[in-house]
Structures are given as structure tokens and as C-alpha cells.
């Protein structure tokens, strides 16, 4: 078996407000794929569903070849997943709830449990309720990671850690990936998922727009670019490189968009003298922006 | 006590049990204690200037014997109040509280199924409604002597005990199942108050408004005293019907639970 998600159609109404339009998604057997949305677009609903944790108003979904409710304990059991909002009793330290939820699981070795605290810089005697934001996080990161299943459902799994906890994140998500784990998780956040991840699917209003392996993705998308030059530069100086758009000169500063290859900007460039350089990351909504305005079009007609 | 929900869901309530008990044993006690005060022919007197609807309302037709006393105040009020709002407390927060707070999805994500997280909680509301209605009756036992209720006889207290507890079993039962079925709390709350207050007017009254006997009938105050196991011992046919109509309440509860979606 070779998909290790796959709906059909799937779609969800919470009464008559949408979560899901007919969603039709496919994670293949040892990818990482990145689920990525704006706010609201529907990623929580269908994690919630391959969780069976609500179920759908129409279309099917499998997990591991199963649809979620039949699959049952059995199937969770092979499944980690870290919740979108991490909640859980504050009485309690956090070697405490992960020992319980390791014994949900059929037991997980105490080893595990420390090395992946200790990765985290995570205290496990603290009782939780003392711990900030991104110390919870790291808790829900642990309790996904400890019992090493084949498929992980990740919802926003970074969110409150900072960039070098998120780094840790992004090395134990490599590392299952190389043990042929396959992870599924979703994300508002492009840079984040373009580290990790092997394909993109996104997600807008309840359906899947697009699926893009994430080399293109990253070649398409737009990188806004500042050059400070030693001196004044003359706009006409970059007239035409490829991949190079809005181009705005002021006095000794270059602001231009890049869409593709940085080598014909940059070979440009190094002709004068280069104080700074900044490349600013694409964001979604920017990606959103360029990939789509075709079907804006379209969608208007 | 990590190794299942149903112990993980005690060792969690431990702190709050401990306080469930003491504050029903302390008010268990205390009543019982006055029981010296009200057992004088002063007494009688006052009582027997009060209205019989008011007497009837409150049940104390036979507050001045130890039994009658012990069933009408300490048993018959006060502790049912406390084993009710705690079942409650304890059935609520057990699917629709975690299910609010947004702590249920973990758990059910997990491998356990709704039913055998909802039977495990249920367990641990039982085991803790067993727990604190056996300090109240140890402790009642232990001041019997002072108080003057020994009449009533260790088997007799202990009884009334296990009455009680059977009485929390099932408003906690309707409790979990209410909130298995809805996820909200305040339809569990909602619930619970309207049945124990209809409930033990129904009991006490029913009887003497014409048209309403039957209130007094399906009253789980009913099947709590209406055998007096003060005076008669443990009443099995009154604990079977409270604890089965508590099963079914479960059953019906766990039958929505399975089906619905769980709330963010």
C-alpha cells in the first residue's frame, strides 16, 4: 500500500457554516507533506476527521487504507498526533501525562520519553500549568514523537516554539522521514514546511487548490529583494534580467521582486558594490497571490 | 496510577475527592452531633406547633428519634445536596468538561475507544462516590456513641450510607451520560438540578397533592429512603432500580458519544 491518506470528496459541515468543500488529498508512503492553509480554510477539520475525532457530512476518508471510525484503536494505535490546540490539565508534571499517555499507547520505554525531553530542553518533573506557551508545545511534540508510529498527523506542530526549538523540530521530522516515517502536517507558515517537506498541498476554502511538489513551489514563488549599494546605482543599469520584477530605484538602494533563479540578479548586482542584501522569504499569502491570480479570474466568471 | 483512565482519572481527582469527603463527612458530622439538642421534649413541643405540609415538605414526621432525625437532616438534606452537586461536578467534568476545555481530543486520539474512556470515568465516579460516602458512614459510626444514635445500629448507619451512595451513582450516571451525549455542561447542571429538586418535592409531596402519587414513584429519593434502610437494613430492590436506571442513562449516553462529533 502505497497512500497512507487519501480522501475523496470529503466534505464537512459544522450546520451550515463549511469546514470541508470536497476535499481530495493523497500523502504517499514515506512523504512529508506540507497541509497548508490560511486561518480557517479547513486543515483542522480534516485532521480532526483522519482522527475520527468528528466525523464527515459527505465523501470518504482513509488512514493507512482505513476509513477512521472502522480502523478504530487499532489503527490510532499506529498513528501519532499532535493536536491543533495542546490542552491539558495544568495539576499535573509533564513526565506524569507522558507516562499515561505512553500506557494508552501499550507502554513506551522511559528512555524515549527523556532523550526526547532532554532534545527539547524540556523539564519533566515542572508541573504544566507552571510552563509558558512553547514549553507546552514541546510536550505535545514529545507525546507524537515517543512512540514512533508509521504515519504522524501534525497540526501546526511548531506553533509558540521558538526558531531554535523549531529547528529541533524540523531535525526529528528529517529523521523520521529517513526511517521511512511518513508525516502529515499542516501549517500557515511556507518557510516552515519548505524545510521538511516533499510535496505542498494547499488548501483554500475547503478544498485542495493546488499540489505542488515543493522544489516548484519554491522556484515560483516571489522573494522581495533590498540591495544597498555603496553608491547611487541608474535603474536603467538592470533593465532586463529574467525573473526580476517591480524593479524601484532610490539614490543608493535597489527594491525588485524575484520570481525564479537568483543567478542573473545576482551576477547583475555584483557589477557595483554591495553594501547590503536582503532577501525577504515568501509568505503564503504571496504565493497564494501569483499562483492563483489566473483563477481568480475564473472564479469570478 | 498512570496505567489506564480509569486510575489516572482518580489520581487526577485526588486533591478534590479528599475535599468532597471531608466536607461531607464535616457536615455529616456536625448535624448528626446536634441530634443530642433536638432529642428533648422542648422540641417535640415546637415541632408539633409547625404546619403538617411543612413538616411533610421537609420530611420530619419522625424527626425526633435517632433514625427519623438522622433520615430527615443529616441524610435526608444536606448530604444528598453535597453527593448531588458533586455528582454533578465529577459526571460533568468527565466527557463534557474535558470535551470544553478542549482536553478530549488527545485523549480520544489515542488508542481507547469513546465507550471504554466513558465506562473507565464512569468507574472512577462510582469508586469515588463509594469512597466518600464510606467516610461519612465510618465517621458517623465512630460519633455514634456521643450523639446518641447508636439505636440506629452499625448496619443500619452503614446502610444509609450505601443508600447515599447509590443516590449519587445515579445523578452522577445521568450526569455522564447527559454530558457523553451533549458535551456541554450547563445542559448537565441544568438536568441534575431539575431532577433532584422535582425529585425530592415530588417525593415529599407527591403523595398529598391529589393527581401527583406518581411523582413520588419514580423519585430517586424514593428508592434513596423510601425503605428507611436507617431502620430496615439495606433495601437491594430500591439500589437495583437507582443503579440500573443509572446503567441505562450511561448506555444512552455512550450510544450518542459514539456517534456524534467531538466539540473543539
Not at chain 2, 112 to 127: D, F, P, T
Amino acid at each position: 500500500m502505497t497512500e497512507m491518506i487519501r480522501t475523496v470528496g470529503l466534505t464537512k459541515y459544522y450546520g451550515r457554516r463549511r469546514g470541508l468543500a470536497g476535499l481530495d488529498l493523497e500523502v504517499r508512503q514515506g512523504e512529508t507533506y506540507g497541509f497548508l492553509g490560511p486561518n480557517g480554510a479547513g486543515k483542522t477539520t480534516t485532521i480532526r476527521i483522519l482522527m475520527d475525532l468528528i466525523r464527515p457530512t459527505g465523501g470518504q476518508a482513509t488512514v493507512l487504507g482505513e476509513a477512521p471510525r472502522a480502523g478504530g484503536t487499532a489503527l490510532r494505535r499506529r498513528v501519532g498526533y499532535l493536536p491543533g490546540d495542546f490542552v491539558v490539565s495544568g495539576g499535573q508534571p509533564a513526565g506524569e501525562l507522558l507516562t499515561y499517555l505512553g500506557h494508552l499507547r501499550g507502554g513506551v520505554e522511559a528512555g524515549r520519553i527523556r532523550a526526547l525531553a532532554e532534545r527539547f530542553d524540556l523539564d519533566l518533573k515542572v508541573r504544566i500549568g507552571s510552563l509558558s506557551k512553547g514549553n507546552r508545545q514541546k510536550i505535545a511534540v514529545v507525546q507524537a514523537f515517543m512512540h514512533e508510529p508509521e504515519l504522524f498527523v501534525l497540526d501546526e506542530p511548531t506553533i509558540g516554539l521558538d526558531p531554535i526549538m523549531q529547528q529541533r523540530f524540523l531535525e526529528l521530522a528529517a529523521e523520521a522521514h529517513k526511517a521511512g516515517q511518513t508525516i502529515f502536517m499542516s501549517s500557515h507558515v511556507l518557510s516552515e514546511v519548505q524545510q521538511c517537506a516533499d510535496r505542498v498541498g494547499i488548501l483554500r476554502d475547503g478544498k485542495l487548490v493546488a499540489v505542488e511538489a515543493v522544489e516548484d513551489l519554491r522556484r515560483r514563488a516571489v522573494r522581495r529583494v533590498e540591495v544597498r549599494f555603496d553608491a547611487p546605482v541608474r535603474k536603467d543599469a538592470f533593465g532586463k534580467l529574467p525573473d526580476v520584477g517591480d524593479i524601484e530605484v532610490e539614490g543608493n538602494v535597489l527594491r525588485c521582486r524575484l520570481t525564479g533563479r537568483a543567478d542573473p540578479l545576482v551576477k547583475a548586482l555584483a557589477r557595483f558594490g554591495v553594501a547590503t542584501l536582503t532577501v525577504e522569504e515568501p509568505d503564503l499569502e504571496e504565493v497564494f497571490f501569483v499562483y492563483y491570480r489566473g483563477e481568480e479570474g475564473t472564479d469570478a466568471a | 496510577m498512570l496505567r489506564s483512565v480509569f486510575t489516572k482519572t482518580l489520581w487526577d481527582q485526588r486533591r478534590s475527592l479528599l475535599a468532597w469527603a471531608v466536607g461531607l463527612t464535616g457536615i455529616g458530622v456536625l448535624y448528626a452531633s446536634f441530634y443530642p439538642m433536638v432529642n428533648t421534649p422542648e422540641m417535640r413541643a415546637a415541632l408539633e406547633s409547625y404546619p403538617q405540609a411543612m413538616i411533610d415538605a421537609m420530611g420530619f414526621d419522625d424527626v425526633t428519634s435517632p433514625a427519623g432525625y438522622l433520615g430527615a437532616t443529616t441524610l435526608g438534606m444536606l448530604c444528598p445536596a453535597i453527593i448531588i452537586i458533586m455528582a454533578a461536578a465529577v459526571g460533568g467534568s468527565a466527557i463534557a468538561g474535558e470535551e470544553e476545555n478542549g482536553r478530549l481530543d488527545l485523549t480520544l486520539a489515542h488508542p481507547v475507544s469513546r465507550w471504554s474512556v466513558l465506562l473507565q470515568r464512569c468507574a472512577a465516579m462510582v469508586v469515588s462516590m463509594l469512597g466518600v460516602t464510606a467516610a461519612l458512614g465510618l465517621a458517623l459510626l465512630a460519633i455514634s456513641g456521643p450523639a446518641q444514635i447508636d439505636s440506629i445500629g452499625p448496619a443500619n448507619l452503614v446502610a444509609g450510607a450505601l443508600h447515599l451512595a447509590l443516590l449519587g451513582i445515579f445523578f452522577g450516571s445521568l450526569a455522564l451520560g447527559l454530558g457523553a451525549a451533549t458535551g456541554r455542561r450547563s445542559i448537565v447542571y441544568l438536568a441534575v438540578a431539575v431532577v433532584a429538586i422535582v425529585g425530592y418535592f415530588g417525593n415529599n409531596l407527591g403523595p398529598t397533592i391529589e393527581g401527583l402519587h406518581w411523582l413520588r414513584d419514580i423519585s430517586p429519593f424514593h428508592f434513596y429512603q423510601g425503605g428507611e434502610p436507617l431502620r430496615n437494613g439495606i433495601q437491594p430492590a430500591d439500589l437495583a432500580v437507582l443503579a440500573g436506571t443509572g446503567v441505562l442513562l450511561v448506555i444512552a449516553g455512550g450510544l450518542a458519544f459514539d456517534r456524534r462529533d467531538v466539540a473543539v
